[in-house]
């Protein structure tokens, strides 16, 4: 490219581009966000507060890797203890899940049905 289509070309692309800041310049929503970025520098400069500052006031909990996420954090539930009396041994079954050695061997001599129904509660 010669240097004079060069220059006519930046020379296009400078136009357009103040077309574009003239637009912005005009935006109502633009001119709100300054006027709102201006009010609170100057707040922080009264309180002596960085923008860190302000992000640990608003948001005391942030999510890994900063501002908190939209979605809650989900915790899953703690389960629950069961225990499962044999009633013709009397042994006692102490489990959180029905993945038990002792439980699994019980369900397969005497039943799903019938373990079950020997649940404490």
Known sequence: ???????RRAE????EQLKQLEKLKNDAGLKKE????????????????????????LDPNPAKG???STKPVKTRRARVVKVYQNPHTGE??????GNHRGLKAWK????????DSWLRT
Do not use: C, H, N, P
């Open 1 to 7: 490219m010669s240097r004079l289509a060069e220059f």
């Open 12 to 15: 296009q692309d400078l136009q």
């Open 34 to 57: 300054i006027e709102f970025e201006e009010k609170l520098q100057g707040l922080m400069k009264t309180y002596g507060k960085s923008l860190r500052d302000v992000i640990a006031i």
């Open 66 to 68: 900063g501002l908190s």
């Open 92 to 97: 006692l079954i102490e489990t959180k899940g």
């Open 108 to 115: 397969e001599q005497y039943g799903a049905k019938t373990v």
